[in-house]
């Protein structure tokens, strides 16, 4: 069993920056794709952003290319999401996944991964 931890929401203005960092106890992610997604009041869960369990691909969105990014450290067992330029829209909970596979297959979906964080808020004032 995977327990993934997020951390490093909060409140920022417009422009500025957060790290939001995901923790994996319970097995090592080194073999498994992990991914980023984020949920609005009233919206569906959003894909953000993907890496491959190598760290050799990674995938986001259109809304977040250039200034989201994505990465992971091994020795760490976790996974990042840099997030800069923040604007107001970018307000939700954000969430971490882990697929357990190494797979790169469908990772703009939801479906395809089987761990979830318990998710942090980020609220992006004007």
């Known amino acids: 069993q995977v327990q993934l931890v997020e951390s490093g929401g909060g409140l920022v203005q417009a422009g500025g920056s957060l790290r939001l960092s995901c923790a994996a106890s319970g097995r090592t992610l080194g073999r498994s794709a992990m991914g980023w997604f984020r949920q609005a009041p009233g919206k569906e869960r959003e894909f953000l952003a993907a890496?491959?369990?190598?760290?050799?691909?990674?995938a986001y969105i259109d809304s977040v290319k250039g200034r989201f990014t994505i990465s992971r450290d091994y020795a760490k067992n976790t996974v990042y999401l840099q997030m800069n330029s923040l604007k107001p829209e970018d307000t939700a909970v954000y969430y971490c996944?882990?697929?357990?596979?190494?797979?790169?297959?469908?990772?703009?979906?939801?479906?395809?991964?089987?761990?979830w964080g318990q998710g942090t808020q980020v609220t992006v004032s004007s």
């Open positions: 996944a882990a697929t357990g596979s190494i797979s790169t297959a469908n990772l703009a979906k939801s479906d395809t991964y089987h761990y």
């Open positions: 890496i491959s369990w190598s760290a050799g691909s990674t």
